[in-house]
């Protein structure tokens, strides 16, 4: 009876060991996963309130055919932006442009060359960030 | 008498393995189910947290072409976001729109991408709530008028 009752602890025993270990070895790294991602998301949200811009300026140049736009903008917030993926939308539709920094810094300005615009006169202009943060600006043409 | 008590023993061994025996596999079955569970759970957890866009239209002017109106959907999030009729789900004004009504530009978008999502419906004059449900019901709102 003694002997019986050892062998079923034992079994039992195994038993429990081996379900901590698929617990472990199953459980951990999505643990760990979800921490990551939580933490890239704390981050993301950390730098979109360090991030602000202001439209400075907007000069519209243009020859026979077409219009261009210098649209000049501020980083007023605290962290750098990568400008390859900013977005200019003028009067609500998204236009191509070249920047003339790969970065803008913070108190730094970069300038967005927008060109092949049809028409001049007044636009509604919105730029926004990597990380969508806007700004907008009037130019009263 | 003697062999008979070992052969008291030997049944009483053999049904105590037996008995730990079918608990150890209940016991090992349930786990691997609940540790199954959560981790499919656990990758919805990360999905979710990792999903993050928003409509970056200017709320004014409303782009169209044909009869569809164009809004830009910027992925800010963590993860490359599939936009598929089948991902996402567009209502207007709190109405549904049918999968046919709408599509995306592109299949799906890297981090910091933007993609323009074609809607074909008749908006009257005013104001106008789009409501974007995404991937793992992650969902924007965004207010513009026509």
């Known amino acids: ?141 | 008498m003697g062999f008979s008590l070992t052969g008291t023993h030997v049944i009483f061994f053999i049904a105590a393995v037996i008995v730990a025996g079918m608990v150890s596999g209940i016991f090992i079955a349930v786990t691997m189910d609940i540790t199954t569970s959560l981790s499919n759970r656990g990758s919805r957890v990360i999905e979710q947290l990792n999903t993050d866009y928003t409509i970056i239209n200017d709320p004014d002017i409303i782009p169209m072409i044909g009869e569809y109106y164009i809004f830009y959907l910027k992925n800010i999030g963590g993860a490359r976001l599939i936009t598929t009729n089948q991902t996402f789900q567009v209502f207007i004004d709190g109405e549904l729109i049918g999968i046919s009504q709408y599509h995306f530009e592109n299949s799906s978008i890297p981090v910091e991408g933007v993609t323009s999502l074609y809607v074909n419906i008749t908006l009257t004059t005013g104001d106008h709530v789009l409501r974007v449900v995404g991937p793992q019901a992650v969902d924007k709102d965004f207010t513009f008028m026509k």
Not at chain 1, 110 to 128: E, L
């Open chain 1, 1 to 141: 009876m003694g002997f019986s009752m050892i062998a079923a602890a034992a079994i039992l025993g195994i038993t429990l060991f081996m379900a901590v270990e698929i617990v472990t070895t199953d459980l951990l790294p999505t643990i760990e996963d979800i921490n990551t991602s939580y933490g890239r998301m704390k981050d993301r949200i950390q730098n979109q309130l360090q991030t602000a811009i202001t439209i400075t300026l907007v000069e519209q140049s243009n020859n026979a055919t077409d219009y261009a736009y210098n649209i000049t903008v501020l980083n007023t917030g605290s962290s750098t932006l990568p400008t390859d993926n900013f977005v200019i939308l003028i009067n609500g539709s998204e236009c191509h442009f070249i920047c003339s920094n790969q970065y803008l810094y913070p108190k730094n300005i970069a300038y967005f060359h927008v060109v092949n615009q049809t028409s001049g006169g007044a636009k509604r202009m919105k730029v926004i960030t990597n990380n969508g943060i806007a700004a907008y600006y009037t130019y009263a043409g």
